[in-house]
């Protein structure tokens, strides 16, 4: 299995929901991550998790929390969103953290804030 | 100014035709991502490099580490090679990967 899952798909809420987005890999990678991608943009990194714990969070504000359960699932949870949080969310896993791994993509979630 | 910059921006040809896409990086790095995103859609790994040349299919990616460039090569295109091409590196010491801005390449029948 050579894939990073991620559900769902797509995903519209409200600015007082809570929801969560869920990302999967079971290539036994240990470093998973959250980017943020909007339209006609790069992708953006929020958080990396490695060996389970988080090792960076870039400045994200709080209304986005990750956790990592174990070592092939990272969460994603949403809480108090604005408009302009609705993008395309991607996860990405790597064997580990070290500079020479690849990253594997998941195919996103595209999320819409209203 | 970004880290990496992309060349060019936009990119359309006529089904079989050679396309070249480049790269250019202003850091020491450890490795340099080719990504591929078709519209709407996630983010398929296409090479890493660190050093030479690879192929991959119709695909071949060079980096050349002196001059701190890239390219990424389709050969006889088609028009499901349609997409955004998205070059990224890795500095020496760190998780994060810096973007290029992307190329749309649009591939006609």
């Known amino acids: 299995d050579t894939e990073v899952t991620q559900t769902p798909k797509h995903l519209v809420m409200g600015m007082t929901n809570k929801k969560s987005l869920k990302c999967e890999q079971h290539?036994?990678?240990?470093?998973m991550y959250w980017y943020k991608q909007k339209a006609k943009k790069p992708p953006e990194l929020m958080f990396v998790?490695?060996?389970?714990?988080?090792?960076i969070n870039e400045s994200v504000p709080s209304r986005f929390s990750p956790e990592c359960p174990n070592s092939s699932l990272l969460n994603l949870h949403l809480h108090a969103l604005q408009p302009e949080d609705s993008a395309l969310y991607l996860c990405?896993?790597?064997?580990?953290?070290?500079?020479?791994?690849?990253?594997?993509f998941g195919p996103g979630t595209r999320l819409t804030v209203l | 100014k970004n880290e990496v910059e992309q060349s060019p921006q936009n990119l359309t040809a006529q089904e079989g035709e050679f396309i070249t896409i480049n790269c250019s990086y202003s850091?020491?790095?450890?490795?340099l991502h080719w990504l591929q995103q078709h519209p709407g859609g996630g983010i398929v790994s296409l090479f890493m490099?660190?050093?030479g040349k690879k192929k991959h299919g119709r695909l071949i990616a060079t980096i050349n580490i002196q001059e701190k460039h890239s390219s990424l090569h389709i050969t006889a295109s088609h028009p499901r090679d349609s997409a955004v091409y998205i070059c990224?590196?890795?500095?020496?010491?760190?998780?994060?990967?810096?973007f290029g801005a992307g190329t749309t390449v649009t591939v006609r029948a």
């Open positions: 990405a896993s790597s064997r580990n953290g070290r500079v020479k791994n690849e990253q594997f």
């Open positions: 290539m036994g990678h240990r470093a």
């Open positions: 998790y490695s060996y389970e714990k988080l090792s």
């Open positions: 850091v020491g790095i450890s490795a």
């Open positions: 490099l660190s050093s």
């Open positions: 990224a590196v890795r500095g020496s010491n760190d998780y994060k990967l810096s």
